[in-house]
């Protein structure tokens, strides 16, 4: 059975960070690409960071690009997710997700992922 599993989201100030984790069961990491989404109260679910397979190659929204920084560790089947210099536009519940996209921004569509996980809140104050 195919699970994803969140956790470390929480309640942090402005500037503060956090690490989010998502482990993996019924299936490896490392065989398919991995992204954490983020959706804020009264908005679309967004696209915050990818790493893909083989090389890893990982890809960013502009939003959070140079803040965030994710990662795979392969022998505990779980990605991460390091979450620094934290604004309070980065509240959302952030949601792991497994998937084959393609190429370009294919990394941001949620119709390229298969597996998701329910998601952590992360709440920033200012």
């Known amino acids: 059975q195919v699970q994803l599993q969140e956790s470390g989201g929480g309640s942090v100030q402005s500037g503060g960070s956090l690490k989010l984790s998502c482990a993996a069961s019924?299936?490896?990491?490392?065989?398919?690409?991995m992204a954490w989404f983020r959706q804020a109260p009264g908005k679309e679910r967004e696209g915050a960071a990818a790493i893909y397979t083989g090389g890893g190659s990982t890809y960013y929204a502009d939003s959070v690009k140079g803040r965030f920084t994710i990662s795979r560790d392969n022998a505990k089947n779980t990605v991460y997710l390091q979450m620094n210099s934290l604004k309070p536009e980065d509240t959302a519940m952030y949601y792991c997700?497994?998937?084959?996209?393609?190429?370009?921004?294919?990394?941001?569509?949620?119709?390229?992922?298969?597996?998701w996980g329910r998601g952590t809140q992360v709440t920033v104050s200012s």
């Open positions: 019924g299936f490896t990491v490392s065989s398919y690409a």
């Open positions: 997700a497994a998937g084959r996209p393609t190429g370009g921004d294919a990394w941001t569509w949620e119709s390229e992922y298969d597996y």
